[in-house]
């Protein structure tokens, strides 16, 4: 079964880090797209940032522009979520999921891990 598993959520206070991780099992991220969104309480869910299976980056969120980085080891199967300068407003449950190319659609991602919440407070 193709899964992708998310970690490293967690709280932290606002201007704080966190680096989630999304690992594969089943199946090698090698040839695939892997994009990072979010979901807030009573919101639809919206793309972070994509990286393909060449490297390239894509941003969805203008509001994560240089706060959020994203990256890839093939060798490990997995895929960083670097989050600096958290704010409150990215308070959310953040899923990883994959696809072909970076598309500007959430749901043509598939293989969706069950997600890790991200909670920004003091």
């Known amino acids: 079964q193709l899964q992708l598993v998310e970690s490293g959520g967690g709280l932290v206070q606002p201007g704080g880090s966190l680096r989630l991780s999304c690992a594969a099992s089943g199946f090698t991220l090698d040839y695939f797209a892997i994009g990072w969104f979010r979901q807030a309480p009573g919101k639809e869910r919206e793309g972070v940032l994509c990286i393909s299976s060449t490297g390239g980056t894509k941003n969805y969120a203008n509001s994560v522009k240089g706060r959020f980085t994203i990256s890839r080891d093939n060798a490990k199967n997995t895929v960083w979520l670097q989050m600096n300068s958290l704010k409150p407003e990215d308070t959310a449950v953040y899923y990883c999921?994959?696809?072909?190319?970076?598309?500007?659609?959430?749901?043509?991602?598939?293989?969706w891990g069950p997600g890790t919440q991200v909670t920004v407070s003091s």
């Open positions: 999921a994959a696809y072909d190319h970076c598309s500007e659609y959430v749901w043509a991602f598939a293989s």
